[in-house]
Nanobody, 124 residues
């Protein structure tokens, strides 16, 4: 039974930093695409950043240069380091994983994608 466990959300001031973690307990498939999407108040869901099993990363234009995604292959953990946070980054952040690579547009919506419960990020 695979479980995604997210941590690291919280409240910060504009310009602050946070690091999100997502552990995919029990996930052993390769290839895969894993990453974070978010949904802010009154906004559409959007992929923030993702990384595939080959280490290829993609970022939303709105976070390029501020966010960095990385993975720990040994522990099946993906990290999202967020810097220079802005109020527009306020959202619920969800981790997801899908057993296909490379990451495709909208992959986290696909049937079979596993999604976490989310962690709140608030920037004021």
């Amino acid at each position: 039974h695979v479980q995604l466990v997210e941590s690291g959300g919280g409240s910060v001031q504009t310009g602050g930093s946070l690091k999100l973690s997502c552990a995919a307990h029990g996930y052993t498939y390769t290839p895969y695409c894993m990453g974070w999407y978010r949904q802010g108040p009154g906004k559409e869901r959007e992929v923030v950043a993702d990384i595939d099993s080959n280490g290829v990363t993609t970022y939303a234009d709105s976070v390029k240069g501020r966010f960095a995604i990385s993975k720990d292959n040994t522990e099946s953990i993906v990290y999202l380091q967020m810097a220079n946070l802005e109020p527009d980054d306020t959202a619920m952040y969800y981790c997801a994983i899908y057993d296909f690579a490379p990451c495709r547009k909208g992959w986290y919506r696909l049937t079979g994608a596993l999604r976490g419960q989310g962690t709140q990020v608030t920037v004021s």
